[in-house]
């Protein structure tokens, strides 16, 4: 099993190889300034971000600029919509009258495309951080408190009649009963969020008044006529995007173990 | 120990899909007995078990646990659902599937450990502790539910239909399993069984429901010489006719 | 949650569920009409809802507002229905052949996590900011999802009845036509929904971003940078959109609520 999985990785990387390769080959061939060669977009990445001194592990001043603040909006982003979605989702879910007032108004809110309502957080709060936060939270919000409502709702009901049969006090039930069972549609709602929030952190650096990010960064490249630096950006965000979806994985894997084993053995 | 009276129970009363489960039934269980009910499916075995259980409240009639009128679920009372996959709790390994009950005991978490594996032994689980439930077989799963109302040492356990999920061999090694705990724990058992042969093999004494609106059609002593097994009882001629018996009374009652 | 409420948890009916949701949206409005009203919230931030609803509805009247909101349903339509044309397909042939699948595999986990977003100013710069902008946007953001729930779709396809087919004569394209698209249908119709949110994103987004020509995000956006800001028509354009999505939503989960009875009542017929 470990063998082929390794095979398989090896397969891919190697498709991987091949398909730069071709693009560094399309590139040369086709000498056009939109698109660089990807090995002078590896040569820019590195020149802005990656040859920094040994004490600041090789991350340059633009580094420093540019991606810090922008991996801290979204780990701050994140964090604070998800929790607030996690909450409102178990208080919405355990009723299902609730459930049911709510679901109209919830569906409308997170139907409205995050981006639109930028405005409005502009509005309220200006340019800067707070601004920022603000919206990542507000747009990331919606996914996670319906997924979690869901879950809640749906739990099995003979495991609530367990619980009465055992009387499990109302706090045992919530947190080892409809909590565990929720997980799973918590964590769909979490992995949608988590894209998500890379979106719109990006959207929200990409407006004016922002000063630092790898948005604002894209749009000083854009202004400056710099094709390289822009590609590297958006190499750059493909990278994050892939890394923290990958550690979203391995953490839904720990946490969701039962679940995935109790799965593969009914399919 | 249990008393039920005239136990009534309508579900959807009003409405063009009523349907009377449980009409007028008597019944009263003694202390440490171990009671079958049977009856043809669908008349209402799980209704009554569950107002017992106070998991739901009937219409009509009242259920007295050890004198006392069931309003929610009684102290000192356990529960063996039949879907035991779905009653264990898959995020919860086997020991803390069976550990949970307690901790509405007061014990402390080291005391809460060790009944859960002494439960585990009784049942035959010792090594199994720290596995998944989904790890194990049926029987093994069924086991740990009865591990689980165990360790609660209750005086009154319930079990639905506790081996209607799982294959002969199993059904007979769980059936022998709950004459052997019957043995070391005093307890009362009121076992609900659609199984003919099942009723008269468990228990001391047989109830007989009607189809639904259930009520008691035959009450019967189960007079078999013990110990129990599982080749020799069954072809005890006092077996046989008691089977024959009960058999006559659901059928009859199945059909009209 | 009493013991009471849990055993009896009936489910509700459809009408009462839909009085409960219309009863949920109105103490919504009425909770945003109090709150402007009172003055604790500032009306200048957050007009009262009848407000809002009320410029809504005196927008449709207003050429120019129907204007913006035309230009972006056509960008948001013709890249869903193009990104669907190339998705489709691609994912089709992909998912089909095991060694294409794992081939691409890769290349489409590292395509996909790249924010869309993040291509606006590039995409700016190659082809302009009109239309066509828009456009290609939405098309590369939408493809992910269709293709890559296309491909799952592939996946799931039970061996037992290609083989069965081919058993009887049938070449891999009447298998693909008769066995592996049909099951993989639902799925398709899962990843053109989701397609079709991804997409409303990037059409507002990316109006938001060049932050000229028409559509409702240049409408947003012109009405929030105006001092002071018309937050009445921020939320009335907010309003309309999220409405569109909800109604492509509702749309889209019917028709596939539709085709799945065919398609298990067919699959039923045939075993």
């Known amino acids: 099993m470990r063998g082929r999985g390794m095979r398989t990785a090896v397969f891919r990387l190697l498709v991987l190889v091949g398909l730069v390769a071709i693009w560094e080959a399309g590139t040369w061939a086709a000498d056009n300034p939109f698109f660089p060669r990807p090995s002078t977009i590896v040569v820019r990445m590195h020149e802005l971000w990656f040859s920094g ?39 919405v879910g355990l009723s299902a009258r609730v459930y049911d007032y709510l679901d109209g108004v919830l569906q409308f809110l997170r139907a409205i495309p995050p981006p639109a309502l930028v405005t409005v957080f502009l509005v309220l709060f200006g340019f800067g951080l707070r601004m920022q936060l603000a919206f990542i939270m507000f747009s990331i919000v919606w996914p996670v408190l319906l997924n979690t409502a869901d879950g809640a709702r749906s739990v099995e009901p003979l495991h609530l009649q367990t619980c009465q049969a055992f009387r499990l006090s109302r706090a045992e039930r919530l947190f080892r009963v409809i909590l565990p069972s929720a997980l799973p549609k918590m964590f769909a709602g979490l992995r949608l969020a988590l894209s998500l929030s890379l979106i719109v952190m990006v959207f929200s650096e990409l407006l004016p008044g922002t000063t630092n990010g790898i948005g604002f960064q894209l749009t000083f490249a854009y202004q400056s006529f710099d094709l390289p630096a822009m ?12 890394l923290l979806n990958e550690l979203f994985l391995v953490v839904e894997r720990r946490v969701l173990a039962w679940h995935h084993a109790a799965q593969r053995l009914v399919g | 120990m249990l008393e039920i009276d005239n136990l009534s129970h309508v579900y959807g009363g009003g409405t063009p899909n009523e349907h009377h489960a449980i009409d007028g039934l008597n019944l009263s269980v003694a202390e440490g007995e171990l009671l079958c009910i049977v009856g043809p499916s669908g008349c209402g075995k799980s209704t009554l078990l569950r107002s017992i259980a106070g998991l739901i409240t009937p219409t009509g009639g009242q259920v007295k646990v050890e004198g006392n009128l069931v309003r929610q679920t009684p102290d000192n009372l356990a529960v063996v659902f039949q879907d035991y996959s779905r009653s264990l709790f898959p995020w919860m390994s086997v020991a803390d599937n069976v550990a949970l009950p307690l901790r509405r005991k ?63 061999q199993t059904r007979e090694d769980l059936e022998d399993l709950v004459l052997k705990v019957r043995g070391h724990h005093q307890m009362t058992i009121v076992l609900i069984t659609h199984d003919i042969d099942e009723s008269v093999y468990v228990g001391d004494r047989v109830v007989v429901l009607s189809k639904a609106p259930a009520h ?24 046989v006719h008691l089977r024959a018996e009960v058999g006559r009374l659901v059928r009859g009652h199945a059909t009209v | 949650m009493s013991a009471q409420t849990l055993s009896r948890a009936v489910p509700a009916s459809a009408t009462t569920r839909w009085r409960r949701r219309a009863t949920g949206a109105v103490c919504f409005a009425a909770l945003i009409e109090l709150l402007s009203r009172t003055g604790v919230a500032d009306p200048e931030f957050l007009p009262p809802a009848t407000e809002i609803v009320g410029r809504a509805a005196t927008l449709l009247l207003d ?67 009109g239309l066509q902008h828009r456009v290609a946007l939405v098309v590369y953001a939408s493809l992910w999802p269709i293709l890559y729930n296309t491909m799952y779709g592939l996946r799931g396809v039970d061996p037992l009845a290609k083989e069965s ?61 105006a001092v002071p800001a018309r937050m009445a028509d921020i939320l009335a354009g907010v309003f309309w959109v999220g409405l569109f999505g909800v109604a492509v939503n509702a749309l889209l989960v019917a028709a596939e609520r539709r085709a799945f009875r065919w398609h298990h009542a067919q699959w039923g017929e045939r075993e």
């Open chain 1, 53 to 91: 001194p040994p004490t600041a592990l090789f991350l340059t001043e633009g580094a420093v600029a540019d991606i810090l603040p922008s991996l801290g909006r979204m780990a701050l982003g994140f964090a604070g919509g998800a929790l607030g979605g996690v909450v409102l989702g178990l208080a």
């Open chain 1, 231 to 242: 590609w590297a950006g958006i190499v750059l965000l493909g990278v994050l995007g892939y």
């Open chain 2, 106 to 168: 007061n014990m402390d978490k080291s005391r809460r450990r060790e009944a859960a594996q002494e439960a585990l032994e009784s049942v035959g689980l010792e090594a199994a502790g720290r596995k998944y439930p989904f790890q194990l077989s049926g029987g093994m799963q069924q086991r740990v539910a009865i591990a689980r109302a165990l360790a609660y040492r209750p005086t009154l356990m319930l079990m639905d239909e506790p081996f209607g999920s799982v294959d002969a």
């Open chain 2, 216 to 239: 008691v059609v035959g009450d019967l002593k189960v007079d078999l010489p013990g110990p129990r097994d599982q080749i020799t009882t069954r072809e005890h001629p006092d077996f």
């Open chain 3, 63 to 129: 050429a120019d507002f129907r204007a913006h909101a035309l230009t972006s349903a056509l960008a948001w339509a013709i890249g869903l229905g193009l990104a669907a044309l190339v998705a489709v397909p691609l994912g089709l042939l992909l998912g089909s052949v095991p060694i294409i699948d794992a081939a691409t595999r890769s290349v489409v986990e590292f395509l996909r996590p790249i924010p869309s977003v993040a291509l606006i100013p590039l995409v700016a710069l190659v082809i302009g900011t």
């Open chain 3, 165 to 225: 087919l081919r058993a009887y004569g049938f070449g891999p394209l009447a298998v693909l036509r008769r066995v592996s698209l049909p099951s993989a249908a639902p799925f398709i119709a899962t990843g053109v929904r989701l397609a079709a949110g991804v997409a409303l994103i990037l059409t507002v987004s990316t109006e938001i971003v060049a932050g000229r020509g028409e559509g409702i995000g240049v409408f947003i956006y012109f009405a929030g940078i």
